[in-house]
């Protein structure tokens, strides 16, 4: 089994107790938890004695042995959580790291909508950058791409916490995909930590290459 029983205290009341924690989520054996990584209710915790809900951080891997997707869910800054498994990181999976169940939730709807999660956070820089140039006063600390009845949006996110949504413009992301993805390096290709630094990173070089 891949939980366990983890001592936990309450922020709150600052009472004791044990919640059951996932050291591996595979949705192919257990597909009932997959809701539960999706509404992050797997990585929220109730106090029985006071109520209080709170969000409790501990390392996950989730596993889709259909969809050949693992995404390591770790408080570690690790740039690889994977360098020792070479046979996984051989095989055709796609191998993600991400340090919130926030942006887990966010590699498994790209992934799933079919999209490339490199090119969604080249794109998000410059959704990020027109957004604070039209709203001089917004703060965007993150945004999580989103999927709603009218296509892919991203969820803003500010110091104050989730404050609206944008659509994503579907041609601008199937251009990036199309014409900036192969200039990648070998090594910007191998990471496993797709995120703002890893597209700014990108960028970068990239520019420096013209
Ligand atoms: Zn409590």
Known sequence: MDSYQMEYKCPSCGKKHYMTAWSAVNVG????LKEKVLDTS??????????????????CLYHDPERKIMIVLTG???????????????SRYRLRTVHLPNEL??????????????AVEIM??????SLMTDHEDLDVRNLYFSVNDSGYGFVVETDEGFVGEVPADESVYREIERNMLKKMNIMQAEQTLINEDWAVNFI?????MN
């Open 105 to 118: 939730v966010e590699k498994i709807l790209i992934f799933e909508s079919g999209l490339d999660d490199r």
């Open 76 to 90: 570690q800054e690790t740039e690889n959580a994977f360098e020792n498994q070479g046979d996984i990181s051989q």
């Open 204 to 208: 970068k070089t990239t520019e420096r």
């Open 124 to 129: 998000k820089l410059s959704v990020k950058i």
């Open 29 to 32: 054996t257990h597909p009932e």
């Open 42 to 59: 797997l990585f929220e915790f109730q106090c029985p004695h006071c109520g209080y809900t709170s969000g409790i951080l501990y390392d």
